[in-house]
């Protein structure tokens, strides 16, 4: 029952270790896809609110997830086992989260940027080729 819902666990171990390698390059390229559209969307978040005049609080945190998202672009290229990648994304994922909830509590406000961070983290989840206890995870964790 417990490999039913994942993506890199099969029945035997030689099916296994195969479909582990053709998915590799698959999870490699969606967390790098992943990292791009959340720098992105960090980025944009951070020139409207610095232009807005808001605090510090969101100075901060779209620079920290900016960094993060460089770190993960920059790290995805080392990692060559691909549950390592998919705990790595879900971390990413976990952390962005929780980043977004600190800022709109810090702020005392939920924004318009604030709501779309949110929302992007439902888009993101798809790009990553996780199975469904790996989706499932992260959906409950954010």
Same mark, same amino acid.
């Given at each position: 029952m417990?490999?039913?819902?994942?993506a890199?666990? #099969?029945a035997?171990?030689?099916?296994?270790s195969?479909?582990?390698q053709?998915?590799?390059?698959?999870?490699?390229?969606?967390?790098?896809w992943?990292a791009?559209?959340?720098l992105?969307?960090?980025?944009?978040?951070?020139?409207?609110?610095?232009?807005?005049?808001?605090?510090?609080?969101? #100075?901060?945190?779209?620079?920290?997830?900016?960094?993060?998202s460089?770190?993960?672009? /920059?790290?995805?290229?080392?990692?060559?086992?691909?549950?390592?990648?998919?705990?790595?994304?879900?971390?990413?994922?976990?952390?962005?989260?929780t980043?977004?909830?600190?800022?709109?509590?810090?702020?005392?406000?939920?924004?318009?940027?604030?709501?779309?961070?949110a929302?992007?983290? #439902?888009?993101a989840?798809?790009?990553m080729? /996780?199975?469904?206890k790996?989706?499932?995870?992260?959906?409950?964790?954010?």
């Open positions: 417990k490999k039913l819902f994942s890199t666990e #099969f035997r171990d030689e099916v296994t195969y479909a582990r053709l998915i590799l390059p698959e999870t490699r390229a969606g967390l790098c992943l791009i559209l959340l992105a969307l960090q980025s944009g978040i951070y020139f409207l609110e610095y232009r807005a005049g808001r605090g510090d609080a969101y #100075f901060n945190t779209f620079c920290l997830l900016s960094l993060l460089i770190h993960m672009i /920059w790290s995805v290229r080392y990692v060559k086992d691909t549950p390592t990648l998919q705990y790595l994304a879900m971390t990413y994922l976990i952390m962005y989260a980043a977004i909830v600190l800022v709109a509590h810090r702020a005392g406000h939920f924004d318009i940027a604030l709501m779309a961070s929302v992007m983290l #439902f888009v989840v798809p790009l080729p /996780w199975g469904l790996e989706a499932a995870a992260v959906a409950i964790l954010i």
